[in-house]
């Protein structure tokens, strides 16, 4: 079987129309999904939440309430718009929308659904074209997520910069910090992942998960998937990483001083990525738009075609993601700033390391065809020899600070 | 030579000096932030100002006065039975249990003292409205860390007391039922055993509060260790209640003054932490809604027959004098110090609140701390803005 993702069938050959339309078609699609998402994203988070804290949540505007996050849309959006004087007026226009498009285009490489029956690998027949149900499937896939969510930082930060106000301003260097450290964490995992597929094509990726046993989340040891998820959380802001937007202490933080359609975008773009990073969660670790499958048996949903049962897939699985998510919020407290730094740094960092050291030293080890239990035990050892050197480092470095009479 | 306008020359010789500076030394300067009046964490409009050095705290600034409602000078033109409407409002999660030492003080003033069912009485709504208080109290901490289920669990079941005050009293948060003598009303029937049913229920919301907030390690680690207030510095600051008991020190005015109150009937225990920080602030209060549970049930069970209210003229004059009463309020001390010259109304009061004592030790304690950690002592501290200015 030859691996050839990363080269979507429709765009192999001449330029013809049908191709065309189909990818406008898809961009089309894969924005009004993104945008329809995040809508019920924010209905079915504000309702989960109300259902953990007695409480009833939103039920007035439309069945359930499901148009809720339209109706405050559409109030946002007719507010006044405004613009503190203080302000950096150029990049304080321009930062919600650094925030908000790189939210949309990491959605853009993960695969969205296929058909996995047989030989199908995925692929699709639409309108006499085969394709992939992807917008786009770049060679350098999951590198690309990581790049944009780079950039998204860069929204948060210049916001909280731009408002010339001093609650945005500690919101963002908070959220700087934050995000570049925790994005270390959060790519050593990918590796993790990237290693065991050998691809960063993420529809390859999906590829290489076809039954149960090869979901990376068990193929890689649980612990990356740990990892990223704690290390996704952090990156989205989310509680109990929320130091950014901190209500408590920090009033709104970064968007503070934002109102209107721009505080919208904000809105928008946190839980456009909220969507994002569970899909992309799915996709690394538990198989994407695959089915559940065990063996030669595999779980089929009845009713619907093939062709769109990745589509239902890889729904319930961001499902239950979304609802971890919801689940954090409504239950954990908030981390202090240092030890958010502590658990990135100390903790997370080193054992992804630690952790993608073991399965290269596997891979290699299989290679050259020497004996496993010896491989693993080796590694565990200098595993253990490094991190005792480290705690040595930390403790001398902070019994220095001490003495300097240095806090932090 | 162009000419400049004002602004740019200014914003050219801002940068001069600024460039100058730098090539001098990486010098920093810290930030002053204004929390406050109006801030999502400060439970009314208690305004701080902090000097920030990054994260850290170098020095805070707490100011009082944005709700002084001049209770003490009010007090002098309000009869006798008046001023409870008034006080009330001083610390307004308790209200009833701000009515007693006042009406307390004016029977000492008198020489009366109240009928042996309505002293129970009083002091079963002086517990419920400390567990009204209190279990507000263990909700919001979790607002003020981030969480936000665990008040809506305390709104849920402070619920039910508020709904027994409003049964006996007829009013949910500003009951006005002590009278001088006595109480207005009796209970009504059926009360006692809705009562029972109630402290069930709130003791069961102490184990899911201890579940869901006090067993959670990010909890522990916002809180262990944080706002450490040492035994002495606890006394010299006045604090009082339970940030004095977290501090330590065996003190509680319910058990060791002696008043025309129930609470040396029944059986109870003073609970006090050796830490002094926020942790053991927290989980004294949450051992003192689990006493105050037990007191009530066994008041109830306890209750004696007979009147509610004492023989005491129509129009009540007070005779000369002056007389202190203190008791153990939910934020802590709370007292009056009633001065008679024997008229229809008190000649002058002063209102010693807990609150205010309590607060007076933020600039000490919050030197040094992060900003975060900043809402954790105050919401670990506990006071009412109410209670702070009166």
Redesign the interface.
């Known amino acids: 079987m030859m691996y050839n993702f990363a080269i979507d069938p429709l765009l192999t050959g001449k330029v013809l129309w049908t191709p065309l339309l189909i990818v406008l078609l898809k961009v089309v699609v894969v924005f009004a999904v993104g945008l329809v998402a995040t809508m019920l994203m924010v209905w079915f988070e504000r309702k989960v939440i109300a259902g953990m804290q007695n409480r009833i949540g939103p039920n007035k505007a439309g069945p359930f309430g499901i148009l809720q996050t339209l109706a405050d849309g559409i109030k946002l959006f007719f507010k006044e718009d405004l613009i503190p004087e203080r302000s950096d007026r150029f990049v304080f226009k321009l930062a919600p929308y650094l925030a908000f498009v790189p939210a949309f285009l990491t959605f853009a490489i993960i695969p969205l659904g296929g058909d996995f029956r047989g030989d199908n690998d995925g692929l699709v027949t639409w309108f006499g074209q085969q394709t992939r149900v992807q917008l786009a499937d770049p060679p350098i896939g999951i590198l690309f997520a990581l790049a944009i969510s780079s950039i998204a930082i860069y929204g948060i930060m210049l916001a909280g910069w731009s408002s010339g106000s001093k609650y945005p301003l500690l919101g963002s260097v908070r959220a700087s910090a934050q995000m570049v450290s925790y994005e270390a964490a959060l790519g050593l995992s990918v590796a993790a992942v990237v290693l065991v597929s050998g691809t960063l094509s993420t529809s390859g990726i999906v590829a290489r998960q076809s039954s149960l046993g090869n979901w990376n989340v068990i193929v890689t040891g649980i612990v990356p998937f740990f990892i990223f998820m704690i290390a996704a959380t952090a990156e989205l802001n989310r509680p109990p990483f929320d130091l950014v937007e901190a209500e408590q202490e920090l009033v709104g933080g970064f968007n503070t001083e934002y109102a209107s359609l721009r505080f919208a975008l904000f809105y928008l773009a946190e839980f456009m990525n909220t969507v994002t990073m569970s899909a992309l969660i799915v996709t690394l670790f538990f198989g994407g738009p695959q089915p559940i499958s065990v063996g030669s048996l595999t779980v089929d949903i009845p009713i619907i075609g093939n062709a769109f049962e990745g589509t239902i897939w890889l729904l319930l699985k961001v499902l239950v993601f979304l609802y971890i998510y919801v689940w954090f919020r409504a239950t954990l407290p908030r981390f202090r700033y240092d030890q958010l730094m502590d658990l990135g740094w100390k903790v997370l960092i080193p054992a992804s390391l630690g952790w993608f050291i073991l399965l290269a030293a596997q891979r290699v080890g299989q290679d050259a065809g020497w004996d496993r239990y010896v491989v693993t035990i080796a590694t565990v050892l200098i595993l253990l020899v490094c991190y005792s050197l480290l705690a040595l480092a930390q403790r001398t470095s902070e019994n220095e600070r001490k003495r300097d009479g240095v806090m932090f | 030579m162009t000419l400049l306008g004002d602004r740019q020359q200014l914003s050219y010789i801002a940068s001069q000096a600024a460039d100058a500076r730098v090539n001098l030394e990486l010098e920093t300067e810290g930030?002053t932030?204004?929390i406050g009046p109006q801030?999502?964490?400060t439970h009314g409009t208690l305004r701080i100002i902090a000097r920030l050095d990054?994260?850290?705290v170098v020095w805070v600034d707490p100011s009082c006065g944005y709700m002084h409602r001049g209770y003490e000078k009010l007090t002098e033109v309000r009869t006798y039975p008046q001023v409870t409407a008034l006080v009330n409002r001083i610390d307004w999660l308790g209200s009833f249990a701000n009515e007693v030492p006042f009406i307390l003080a004016a029977e000492k003033l008198m020489g009366i003292e109240a009928p042996l069912r309505a002293q129970h009485i009083r002091t079963i709504l002086f517990e419920l409205s400390r567990i009204a208080n209190v279990s507000l109290f263990l909700g919001d901490l979790?607002?003020?860390?981030?969480?936000?289920?665990p008040v809506?669990?305390a709104f849920?079941d402070r619920e039910y007391v508020l709904n027994l005050i409003e049964g006996a009293t007829g009013g949910r948060f500003h009951p006005n039922f002590d009278r001088i003598g006595g109480l207005k009303d009796d209970l009504p029937a059926g009360w006692l055993d809705e009562t029972r049913t109630v402290m069930k229920k709130l003791r069961r919301f102490c184990d899911e509060i201890e579940d869901?907030?006090f067993g959670?390690e990010?909890?522990q680690?916002?809180t262990r260790g944080i706002g450490v207030i040492p035994r002495d510095i606890a006394l010299q600051y006045g604090m009082s209640g339970a940030n004095l008991r977290a501090s330590g020190v065996d003190w509680d005015l319910r058990r060791d003054q002696s008043l025309p109150m129930a609470w040396d009937k029944v059986d109870w225990k003073v609970w006090t932490h050796p830490d002094g920080d926020s942790f053991a602030r927290c989980w004294v209060r949450l051992q003192e809604v689990r006493e105050s549970t037990r007191i009530v049930e066994q008041l109830v069970d306890t209750i004696p027959a007979g009147p509610v209210m004492t023989k005491v003229p129509r129009i009540i004059k007070v005779p000369e004098g002056e007389a202190w009463v203190c008791t153990e309020n939910p934020l802590g001390e709370m007292g009056y110090y009633v001065v008679s010259q024997g008229d229809l109304g008190p000649f002058r009061v002063k209102i010693r609140s807990a609150s205010f004592n309590n607060m007076s030790i933020t600039p000490w304690l919050l030197k040094?701390v992060?900003?975060?950690?900043?809402?954790t002592i105050l919401a670990s501290l506990y006071f009412i803005l109410g209670d702070i200015d009166r």
């Open positions: 930030m932030l204004n801030h999502p964490a990054g994260e850290q979790g607002v003020q860390l981030g969480a936000i289920t809506f669990m849920r869901l907030l959670n990010i909890f680690s916002r040094g992060y900003v975060p950690d900043i809402v």
